[in-house]
């Protein structure tokens, strides 16, 4: 049985974070295990409260899994504060754990931030040059290199920067500009775009999480990068497409459309 590892915040709203990720490694066939970093009080409409795990026992937790479990593929998503970021780093270091897939989570659907300011040094300082490879969107990547994006050949330029962080491959989402939803992959030595159409929907919370923990399954079960960035954005694309009307928010994705589908069952 392949694995995947989670390192990454509770969404108590399930449609993000550590939830989503497990959703998503499951729909992959791959076994999920998780570090949760932080709790937060959250639903479809806003988040409420954050409350970070102590570092220690973030540290205690990788420890546990690496002792006894395999781990194929790490995927990391929110990351709260700088001692946490070091925690992870120092971990994904001395266990020299294998392929990393970095979401540089920022801020919320609802607009909440969910990363201290001066956490984003330590994040491209410590963690980032640890990575396979990085998934931002355009507003964390804006975030990250201190200017705007607002094109496909502003988007070229950024991955190119982007890698200069330090990480061995960039892939640039592309969702929040106008047109068709692409995202383009830089992976040291060529640009590749991915190409799929814009799902006109509300209901997309946790599509980021989705994303990179589906390639992070993808590679825990030996696809290459390419393969797993190019399966997963078929994959993220169709769980936008059968997203499900919860809450009076954003509505998640649907991590199982394809096994509904199957057994013919109606949400």
């Not at 993220?236 to 649907?254: D, K």
């Amino acid at each position: 049985m392949r694995t995947a590892l989670t390192i990454a915040g509770s969404d108590s709203g399930g449609g993000a974070g550590i939830q989503a990720d497990l959703k998503a490694f499951s729909a992959h066939g791959v076994f999920g295990m998780t570090v949760i970093t932080a709790v937060t009080a959250q639903n479809t409409q806003e988040v409420r409260a954050v409350q970070s795990i102590d570092p220690d026992i973030i540290k205690s937790q990788i420890e546990a899994i690496y002792d006894d479990l395999p781990i194929h593929a790490v995927k990391i998503g929110m990351l709260s504060n700088p001692i946490i970021i070091e925690v992870v780093a120092t971990a994904i270091k001395e266990k020299q754990l294998q392929p990393v897939i970095l979401d540089p989570v920022m801020v919320s659907k609802g607009g909440h931030s969910l990363l201290e300011n001066e956490a984003i040094t330590m994040l491209k300082e410590k963690l980032i040059p640890l990575a396979t490879l990085i998934t931002p969107n355009i507003p964390e990547a804006e975030t990250l290199l201190g200017y705007e994006i607002e094109s496909q050949d502003a988007m070229e330029q950024a991955v190119l920067d982007l890698a200069k962080l330090g990480s061995q491959a960039v892939l640039l989402k592309g969702g929040h500009l106008n047109g068709d939803a692409a995202d383009v992959l830089y992976d040291g030595k060529q640009i590749k775009w991915f190409f799929s159409e814009r799902i006109h929907t509300k209901n997309t919370h946790g599509t980021g999480c989705t994303l990179s923990s589906s390639i992070a399954a993808n590679m825990a079960r030996g696809h290459s990068l390419q393969e797993a960035v190019a399966d997963s954005k078929i994959y993220i694309t169709e769980a936008i497409r059968h997203s499900l009307a919860l809450g009076n928010g954003h509505g998640p994705t649907h991590h199982f459309y394809h096994l509904y589908q199957k057994a013919n069952i109606e949400v």
